[in-house]
């Protein structure tokens, strides 16, 4: 049995996160072989991205299926490090992926604290994206040191291993319904 399951234009949050997660637990304790999910986010919550990191690689061995995420829209912020999550990941020819390093709503006047949990998160993240995808070391740089984007278009994502090229041709054609509200 095979489960779709779709989360194209939603914000990560808590609330979003905790859904996705329930609907693969669903999918996999009815018994699914192959999970695909079909994703696309404006981003949100990093540490709620990092949260769902551990859910996916910390999934038991008896539940394991074949998961598959499968872009269908922007990639982007925290979005990033819950599409490489997955081993199996493929990119739509609609996609683009958009990464920065971590950072706040409001930038200005930074506590201590603050700062330290913006670089906490910053060099999960890295690590992160470091073991799963080719980043150049300016990439590298640029992630650690500035606040510009990187933007990677579909086709230079699949070149830095971000994912294979999709053959799903309902992803290219998929209507995207954006979340309401925050």
Same mark, same amino acid.
């Given at each position: ?55 996916? %690689?910390?999934?038991?061995? &008896? ?5 598959? /995420? ?6 982007? #912020? *925290? ?66 040191? %500035?606040?510009?984007?990187? &933007? ?5 994502? /699949? ?6 090229? #999709? *053959? ?15």
């Amino acid at each position: 049995m095979t489960t779709e399951i779709i989360f194209c234009g939603n914000r990560i949050n808590k609330l979003n996160r905790l859904g996705l997660e329930i609907q693969i637990s669903m999918a996999l304790d009815s018994g699914s072989e192959e999970v695909h999910i079909m994703f696309g986010s404006p981003g949100g919550e990093i540490f709620q991205a990092l949260e769902f990191y551990k859910f996916i %690689t910390n999934l038991p061995s &008896n539940k394991k299926a074949k998961l598959y /995420i499968h872009s269908c829209g922007p990639i982007e #912020s *925290s979005a990033v490090v819950i599409f490489v999550s997955f081993d199996n990941r493929y990119v739509s020819d609609n996609s683009h992926f958009l990464l920065h390093k971590v950072r706040l709503q409001n930038m200005t006047a930074l506590t201590k604290e603050q700062q330290q949990n913006i670089d906490y998160f910053n060099n999960q993240m890295l690590g992160i994206l470091t073991s799963k995808v080719t980043l150049d070391q300016t990439e590298i740089d640029s992630l650690q040191t %500035t606040y510009e984007n990187l &933007n990677l278009t579909s086709e230079i994502a /699949i070149q830095k291993k971000f994912g294979q090229k #999709s *053959s799903r041709k309902f992803l290219d054609t998929a209507i995207i319904i954006p979340q309401i509200g925050q």
